[in-house]
């Protein structure tokens, strides 16, 4: 702790007091540490001329409020970005590709995902991947463990020559 001299102004504004000045007529008060005088101080509001004031309640709330947000936030990005990685790293680019050629012919009505089956399989794989997210997410709070493991799923039960032979021979019997 640290004691710095304040002198409280009629207008409810705090003047700080230099180290070496006259410190009659002003009140002692602690800090705990020389970056007191920083915004988000959360005791102190400080303007650039060196006067404090005591915030609102509703500004510190405000203040926490804003705080929270931001941890939750920054959480839900990491999460999602492990997320992702995960997907990627074990759905590359080209199965992804073929991937989605054959949900295009589920969409065309072409093909029903019983013809498709290994898309449809690598289809529920990425929905049971996001459903976590979307649980894991749901689940965040500011002081709750973040999880960015998703290695408890299952391998990607198909691959990108399953794929495309299956989607071939899907077209080759049209």
């Given amino acids: 702790m640290k004691d710095r001299y ?3 102004l009629d207008d409810g504004r705090i003047l700080v007091v230099g180290e070496h000045a006259d410190t009659s007529g002003c009140e002692k008060i602690a800090v705990a540490n020389d970056d007191w005088q920083a915004a988000g101080s959360p005791s102190w ?3 650039d001329q060196g006067t404090i004031r005591k915030p609102t309640q509703a500004e510190k709330d405000q203040r926490v ?9 920054s959480k839900e990005s990491s999460l999602f970005q492990a997320c992702e990685a995960y ?4 759905i590359d680019r080209n199965m ?3 991937f989605d050629l054959s ?3 589920y969409e065309a009505n072409t093909a029903t995902p019983e013809q ?3 898309a449809k399989s690598i289809g529920d794989w990425k929905e049971a991947l996001w459903a976590d997210y979307y649980t894991r997410k749901s689940a965040i709070t500011v002081s709750s463990d973040l999880d960015l493991d998703f290695s408890n799923h299952d391998p990607v039960p198909a691959n990108f020559h399953d794929l495309k032979n299956e989607r071939e021979g899907f077209l080759a019997s049209l």
């Fill in 65 to 73: 409020a804003d705080h929270e947000a931001a941890v939750i936030a």
């Fill in 6 to 8: 304040v002198k409280f």
């Fill in 96 to 98: 992804q590709s073929e």
């Fill in 45 to 47: 509001w400080v303007n």
């Fill in 87 to 90: 997907e990627i790293h074990n």
């Fill in 116 to 118: 498709l089956p290994r």
């Fill in 103 to 105: 949900r295009a012919l």
